[in-house]
């Protein structure tokens, strides 16, 4: 695909610690499979965590970051944000 269309910026979510699963993986694999997708075209990596467990997230953007890849790093949230006066849980 980088080919075809060359001024693209690929991404992908990058879950902190679980990269792409649902489970916690070893750092050196986390780092590998960073570096590896970002070799193989993707470049800008959207980090986040579904607690919002700082440590984890902050591992998957120094991750990135080695890696040579872009940052996105956010945070999970749940609710309306539209509308103030609702609350996180109704």
Request: proline share 4%.
């Amino acid at each position: 695909l980088k080919k075809a269309i060359p001024n693209v910026p690929f991404q992908m979510l990058l879950r902190g610690t679980n990269a792409v699963g649902y489970t916690t993986y070893p750092d050196n694999v986390v780092k590998a499979f960073v570096k590896e997708a970002h070799k193989r075209g993707v470049d800008v990596f959207r980090v986040f965590d579904s607690l919002n467990y700082l440590d984890n997230l902050k591992f998957g953007i120094e991750a990135v970051h080695e890696a040579g890849g872009v940052v996105e790093a956010t945070i999970c949230y749940t609710g309306d944000v539209s509308d103030p006066k609702k609350t996180k849980y109704e």
